[in-house]
């Protein structure tokens, strides 16, 4: 793999996974139509891992003081966690997380069955793109921005989980739809974020180990490993700061137009190239 497809591929990655156009729907149409190869199961798993340490360090405060909630610790008032964290809220978040990747895994688990045939349809990928523009086209309709975050409850965490379980399919975003469900049941902006990036730590971290089971030889150069790894991160960690300012400005379900036009180009592309082939 040459070193401007891992470059291109950790863009793709750490760009796509966090802003609302779905990272594996654009995996798949970069491989279809630039030739670029699927990469190999450790290459991928470390593109994920890239984008999990981006995860990390924007939450790094939220996330210490959860894990400090859940010992009994009571954590710092900090103003610059969004809504503070105490020793209940904390282990109540916590618990929010452990329950909404509950149906993450079983709707997950379904659709493995066959969510592997559908990567290699640009057609399949467009039609999904569709879904997650009107999925944001209908969240932008919701202008809760002064929703309190007691709103994210048990049900408010399984209905987003089983969506983050949808997100399994190709052009189905994660980022958007889980965002949007959440607020859609009325949840803060802002926090719908927060409780999204941090329900997606179990599920990748759950999905790498997955894909590290299978891993037999590792046939790639440890350059293109750290390199495509390095970048997801970087540029991660900027689409998680643009995605976060996205919110604030109200543009969030602006992507939608995005979707629907990549949705177009890649299905005319794809009858055009196969028309010619």
């Known amino acids: ?3 401007w497809k891992v470059v291109l591929l950790g863009i793709i990655q750490g760009l796509t996974e966090f802003l609302p156009i779905s990272s594996s729907g654009h995996l798949a149409l970069a491989q279809f139509f630039f030739g670029i190869e699927e990469p190999q199961l450790f290459f991928d798993v470390m593109l994920h891992v890239g ?4 995860i990390i360090v924007v939450y790094a405060r ?6 400090m909630a859940v010992f009994g610790r009571e954590p710092k008032k900090d103003p610059q966690s969004l809504y503070g964290i105490t020793k209940k809220t904390g282990r109540k978040l916590a618990l929010l997380i452990i329950l909404g990747s509950i149906p ?12 592997e045939k559908l990567f290699v349809s640009p057609l399949f990928v467009s039609l999904m793109l569709v879904v997650t523009g009107f999925i944001l086209w209908y969240s932008g309709r919701f202008r809760n921005i002064n929703a309190s975050a007691e709103r994210l409850n048990f049900l408010s965490a399984l209905i987003i989980g089983a969506v983050q379980g949808l997100a399994t399919l190709p ?5 958007g739809s889980t965002i ?5 049941r009325g949840i803060n902006r802002e926090e719908a974020a927060r409780y999204s990036l941090l329900l997606s730590i179990p599920a990748i971290i759950g999905a790498t180990l997955l894909e590290l089971r299978d891993i037999n030889n590792i ?22 700061k643009l995605l976060l300012k996205t919110l604030k400005t109200g543009i969030f379900s ?8 990549m949705a177009v180009l890649s299905a005319a592309g794809y009858l055009i190239k196969t028309v010619i082939s």
């Open 104 to 115: 993450t895994v079983i709707v997950a688990l379904i659709f493995s069955l066959f969510v």
């Open 180 to 184: 949007s469900a959440a607020v859609i």
């Open 1 to 3: 793999m040459t070193i």
């Open 51 to 54: 984008t999990l340490g981006a």
């Open 62 to 67: 939220d996330i210490g003081h959860i894990i």
């Open 254 to 261: 602006k992507f939608a137009y995005y979707c629907w036009i």
């Open 219 to 240: 046939q790639i150069s440890i350059t293109a490993i750290i390199s495509g790894t390095v970048v997801a991160f970087i540029v991660g960690f900027v689409s998680i």
């Open 171 to 175: 052009g189905i975003s994660r980022s």
